[in-house]
């Protein structure tokens, strides 16, 4: 989904602009003053700049006994402005240990600009490594067989590879950028990045130039700070590549949706030609999202702006299997399959919700007077 910056060019787009972030705080401050009664706990962090990604990193978490705290470390980028240095960080969290923290309404108090808010909260979201980035950071992701490789996709197209063990807490000079090595092959922007689980190194990444590449993410012979080329182009989609996912088993099987709709299977034992190519999303709708499942080898998943959730049989694609309808007013921009649960699914839309859904509810009927609670796999 192409996104443009707001035109000011008159008066009366000034306007809608304000109108919509008024409802947009408005919303947010009555769902911020009922947390305590949604949630068993929320985590609520106000950054300086905004980040267009987020993903915990798979470490083993520090605990602390006297303050019954463990602390996970979470990668996260900037989208600075007026030419302000933009980094990708490594933040830390704070989580309450399991049963060790009971909501207690008390606790909350009114605030003018939150709603509700928890008295004498300390900061449990602290940045512990900002690493100097050219650009804002348009997607990050840590490489599964070393969390402490990430590769950065830019807004110039190149991605970036960074090992931020290697990094102090803060950069010694701002501009200079010090990453292990750079990934050239893209002509524009994106946003679709996947690091195989199966093959060491290998990297896909689509982006704005309606390509797919492979790349073998190894340092290049010459040692740090040199570039590489992408291992293979692949070439089937006409419009903005989105997004980007790799077989969770299969390291030669990966898959790839775009702005034209299409969902593109494709065999990198025959990278010419995608191995199979279905009409995601009717239209002239983008398609947003893929993921692989990692409990079933044969599902995946897809999702973009008609709003709906979608589930595939990789033996049969020439239809759907199961659409998860009515959970979204806006554009699917992403999901997420539970890594422990096989039956759960979240999606995130434009409309600024988290949708939970259970495959195991697929089939059961509505009871009379609960229409109104949405589908029945909507759990929440």
């Known amino acids: 989904m192409k996104v443009a910056e707001p035109s000011r060019s008159s008066s009366d787009e000034d306007v809608d602009v304000e109108g919509s972030e008024d409802k947009i705080d408005e919303e947010f401050n009555i769902w911020k003053k009922n947390t305590p009664f949604l949630y068993d706990m929320v985590i609520s962090h106000t950054m300086e700049w905004p980040s267009l990604t987020v993903e915990w990193l798979p470490v083993k978490p ?47 108090i009114e605030t003018s600009e939150s709603g509700a808010a928890l008295a004498a909260n300390k900061d449990r979201l602290c940045i512990s490594t900002k690493i100097n980035h050219p650009g804002e950071v348009n997607r990050a992701k840590y490489c599964p067989q070393n969390p402490f490789i990430i590769a950065t996709l830019t807004n110039t197209g190149d991605i970036l590879l960074f090992d931020y063990s290697k990094h102090p807490s803060h950069p010694k000079k701002e501009g200079v950028v010090d990453s292990l090595c750079t990934l050239e092959g893209h002509t524009a922007e994106g946003y679709a990045l996947s690091w195989s689980p199966t093959v060491p190194g290998r990297l896909i990444s689509g982006a704005y130039d309606c390509k797919v590449a492979v790349w073998d993410a190894n340092m290049p012979k010459g040692g740090k700070g040199k570039s590489a080329s992408p291992v293979s182009i692949l070439a089937g989609h006409t419009d903005v590549v989105e997004a980007v996912s790799t077989h ?42 893929v993921q692989f499942s990692p409990h079933n080898d044969n599902m995946l998943a897809t999702a973009g702006s008609d709003k709906t959730v979608s589930l595939w049989d990789m033996r049969q694609l020439s239809r759907k299997i199961h659409a998860l309808e009515h959970g979204h007013k806006e554009d699917v921009l992403n999901i997420e399959w539970n890594p422990s649960t096989d039956h759960l699914i979240m999606s995130a839309g434009l409309d ?20 109104m609670d949405g589908p029945p796999e909507m759990v929440f």
């Open 62 to 108: 520090s605990y602390d006994k006297a303050s019954d705290y463990s602390t996970h470390k979470m990668v996260l980028g900037t989208h600075t402005s007026n030419g302000e240095q933009n980094y990708l960080m490594i933040g830390q969290v704070k989580v309450p240990q399991h049963g060790k923290e009971e909501v207690d309404i008390d606790k909350y």
């Open 248 to 289: 969770r088993r299969d390291g030669d099987i990966l898959a790839s949706t775009g702005d034209d709709g299409r969902l593109l299977v494709w065999d990198l034992r025959s990278p010419k030609q995608p191995a199979h190519s279905v009409v995601a999303i009717e239209g002239e709708s983008d398609c947003n999202c």
């Open 352 to 371: 600024r919700r988290v949708t939970i859904w259970d495959l195991s509810r697929v089939g059961e009927e509505i009871e009379d007077g609960s229409e």
